[in-house]
């Protein structure tokens, strides 16, 4: 089941990623979602070394560390998936 809820966290969070994000980004639905499952992963290290680990109720702090990490991931990541996507297209 953790598999499932990483998965659907990163899908959510790829997709707001990359609403914030100005202009359109072109990688897949797929690697956004994985871009979005690492954001998470990143924000959650972050959290954890800003010392908001655990909080009673809900973690706002760890869930902003973790759309933050995420908008920056997807940025970059789109960026090299650009320019790797690009490079192909010139080579045939």
Do not use: C
Request: hydrophobic residues 60%; without cysteine.
């Amino acid at each position: 089941m953790g598999w499932l809820w990483a998965i659907i966290v990163g899908f959510v969070l790829g997709l707001i990623a990359k609403a914030i994000i100005p202009g359109k980004q072109h990688s897949p639905l797929w690697l956004t979602t994985i871009f979005g499952i690492l954001g998470a992963i990143v924000g959650n290290a972050v959290a954890r070394a800003a010392g908001v680990e655990a909080t009673s109720g809900i973690d706002w702090m760890r869930h902003l560390f973790q759309l933050i990490a995420a908008v920056v991931i997807v940025f970059l990541g789109d960026m090299m998936y650009m320019a790797t996507l690009g490079r192909n297209k010139q080579r045939t």
